[in-house]
Nanobody, 122 residues
């Protein structure tokens, strides 16, 4: 069974930082591209960032480019998202998501976790 468990969320002030983590199990993590997706209250899911299976290629939404950094540790089956200079409008539930094999790295997901809440106060 595929399991993705996020952690590291919390409440920070504008301009603050958080580091999210995602523990993956139940599949061969090193074979899959992975993504972070966020969903604000009352809004649909928004793609944030993706990383290819090896960690060599990284992709970011324009809104987070230069402030967020995605990384992975295939030896530990973990995915991370370092978020700096956070803004109130980035308050959302952040999910890690698995990209299916041969899927579109920035758009396809076949599993995602329950999410971790990030709240940025002004």
């Amino acid at each position: 069974e595929v399991q993705l468990v996020e952690s590291g969320g919390g409440m920070v002030q504008t301009g603050g930082s958080l580091r999210l983590s995602c523990a993956a199990s139940g599949f061969t993590f090193s074979e899959h591209d992975m993504s972070w997706v966020r969903q604000a209250p009352g809004k649909g899911p928004e793609w944030v960032s993706s990383i290819n299976f090896s960690g060599y290629s990284k992709y970011y939404a324009d809104s987070v480019k230069g402030r967020f950094t995605i990384s992975r540790d295939n030896a530990k089956n973990t995915l991370h998202l370092q978020m700096d200079s956070l803004k109130p409008e980035e308050t959302a539930l952040y999910h890690c998501a698995r990209v299916p094999l041969h899927g579109l790295i920035t758009g396809d997901y076949d599993n995602w976790g329950q999410g971790t809440q990030v709240t940025v106060s002004s």
